[in-house]
């Protein structure tokens, strides 16, 4: 099993335009480097935001999360994707929330029993009681040059198999990593069938969430629903409210989501 081959195989069905490399840096810096013309996202004249183009490895050597933060995996054993879109301005912060709330229905759409929760502000997280393990992540960025503007969302899942961190046995790395397989009770859960349903239902989630990258208010249907999975986490348990802004409410307490 490779999740590397079910998600190149997916794409190619779907028609999507796809790079799928064996090995890259990083496919957020592959989506935002623009050398791959035949892979530059095009807006047509009325567009707001275009079509994605997919950029997808097997292995990155210098994988990133947020901030400092690597992401790390075997071969065949991680979904390493990013969806790249040309725009006509740059998004809104609100963006990254919206995205992994889109990621955190899809998961549940075909795994419901996972113990599913989001941490602010873009991990995927597997609740097991007290504690908490790390199933993926999110890096949102965007790119301007002139009145150019281009969207990459990255998303690194653990599936098939977690990260060897003895080479790294030196970091602190918390919440230890997870995957779906071991989340959702043994790979017999995550079969190359499920697989494609989910690289659906996560796609169409991604879409619709890029395209309202310039909203700047949440629904009241997206705060509910934001709050819910983010009072899965222990770390998030006493939320009261997520504000329009899509600001974190904790009795008289405010923190603005793009400040975590």
């Known amino acids: 099993m490779s999740c590397f081959s079910w998600t190149s195989e997916w794409a190619r069905a779907k028609g999507l335009r796809t790079k799928s490399m064996s090995v890259t840096t990083s496919t957020n810096d592959e989506a935002k480097s623009g050398l791959d013309?035949?892979?530059?996202?095009?807006?047509?004249?009325?567009?707001?935001?275009?079509?994605?183009?997919l950029f997808l490895a097997d292995q990155q050597s210098a994988g990133r999360g947020r901030g400092q933060h690597v992401w790390l995996a075997q071969p065949g054993q991680a979904l390493l994707i990013s969806f790249s879109y040309a725009c006509?301005?740059?998004?809104?912060?609100?963006?990254?929330?919206?995205?992994?709330?889109?990621?955190?229905?899809?998961?549940?759409?075909?795994?419901?029993?996972?113990?599913?929760?989001?941490?602010?502000?873009?991990?995927?997280?597997?609740?097991?009681?007290?504690?908490?393990?790390?199933?993926?992540?999110?890096l949102?960025?965007?790119?301007?040059?002139?009145?150019?503007?281009?969207?990459?969302?990255?998303?690194g899942l653990n599936v098939l198999g977690v990260p060897d961190l003895k080479p790294l046995a030196e970091?602190?790395?918390?919440?230890?990593?997870?995957?779906?397989?071991?989340?959702?009770?043994?790979?017999?859960?995550?079969?190359?069938?499920?697989?494609?349903?989910?690289?659906?239902?996560?796609?169409?989630?991604?879409?619709?969430?890029?395209?309202?990258?310039f909203d700047a208010k949440f629904s009241d249907d997206e705060r509910r629903a934001l709050l819910s999975a983010l009072r899965l986490h222990p770390l998030?348990?006493?939320?009261?409210?997520?504000?329009?802004?899509?600001?974190?409410?904790?009795?008289?307490?405010?923190?603005?989501?793009?400040?975590?």
Request: with cysteine.
């Open 37 to 53: 013309h035949l892979m530059t996202p095009h807006l047509e004249p009325l567009q707001e935001i275009s079509a994605p183009s």
């Open 88 to 138: 006509r301005r740059p998004p809104q912060p609100q963006l990254t929330p919206r995205v992994g709330l889109g990621v955190f229905r899809a998961l549940k759409e075909v795994w419901p029993s996972l113990n599913l929760a989001l941490k602010a502000p873009n991990d995927l997280i597997i609740v097991e009681g007290s504690s908490t393990r790390k199933l993926g992540g999110l």
């Open 140 to 155: 949102v960025e965007s790119v301007s040059l002139g009145v150019d503007h281009r969207l990459v969302i990255g998303l």
């Open 171 to 213: 970091a602190h790395f918390s919440p230890a990593p997870i995957c779906l397989a071991q989340a959702a009770g043994g790979s017999k859960h995550v079969t190359e069938t499920l697989w494609r349903h989910f690289m659906t239902a996560l796609t169409d989630e991604i879409n619709s969430a890029a395209t309202r990258a």
């Open 236 to 260: 998030h348990s006493q939320l009261t409210e997520i504000s329009a802004d899509g600001s974190l409410i904790q009795g008289q307490t405010r923190r603005d989501w793009s400040d975590l």
